[in-house]
């Protein structure tokens, strides 16, 4: 995924200031998680030195470092598609319960020849990643949504987030209300 120098900026300031907060060994053991070499010795300040060891390193550390220290994408940065997504295609989110994955694996799977890219959250969530800045991700950035409404469904952790109100989901990102996914209006309407 590229980013642009002025994306990379915001986000290389964003961390340093974050992490230039820490201690200088919970600065070390966060920058190595992430496959940055440290030195083993510094003069400058702790914002500076994480500037310096960060300023070079590839696209997707840096967003997936900036997601680390606490950074929101309302969306993913402009010209960065989520890995989820297939070019040029249809983005549908597939609402499902889990007990019925399967289902909506293959579902995903007959969508591709009609090109239709869906996300389904068992299938394309990577288990390292923070689920709800993905599903939040997924909702900001598709061009529809389908539930598969089985026994059980209303009752769901999904119901509320993805089916009552997906388009409250998207204004309040717009709104900057984004409380546990829900604007107020859409939180009241439950």
């Known amino acids: 995924?590229?980013?642009s120098p002025s994306q990379r900026f915001a986000?290389?300031?964003?961390?340093s200031e974050r992490l230039g907060n820490e201690t200088w060994s919970l600065i070390d053991v966060t920058l190595n998680q992430f496959g940055i070499e440290t030195p083993e010795?510094?003069?400058g300040s702790t914002t500076e030195y994480v500037?310096?060891?960060?300023r070079n390193i590839p696209d997707q550390t840096?967003?997936?470092l900036a997601q680390h220290v606490g950074y929101k994408f309302e969306q993913p940065p402009p010209g960065v598609d989520p890995p989820f997504w297939r070019a040029g295609m249809l983005r549908l989110f597939v609402t499902h319960l889990a007990t019925h994955r399967a289902i909506a694996g293959e579902l995903q799977e007959e969508l591709l020849r009609y090109g239709i890219s869906s996300f389904v959250a068992h299938n394309d969530i990577e288990p390292t990643l923070e689920w709800q800045v993905q599903i939040?991700?997924?909702l900001a950035t598709c061009d529809a949504l389908v539930a598969l409404l089985h026994d059980g469904f209303h009752a769901s952790n999904n119901f509320p987030l993805t089916l009552r109100c997906p388009m409250e989901y998207k204004q309040s990102c717009a709104d900057g209300c984004r409380d546990a996914y829900l604007s107020r209006r859409c939180r009241?309407?439950?």
């Open 11 to 15: 986000l290389i300031k964003v961390i």
């Open 51 to 54: 500037l310096r060891q960060i």
């Open 41 to 43: 010795s510094w003069s």
């Open 188 to 190: 009241q309407a439950l």
């Open 1 to 3: 995924m590229a980013i």
């Open 136 to 138: 939040e991700t997924a």
């Open 62 to 64: 840096l967003i997936d």
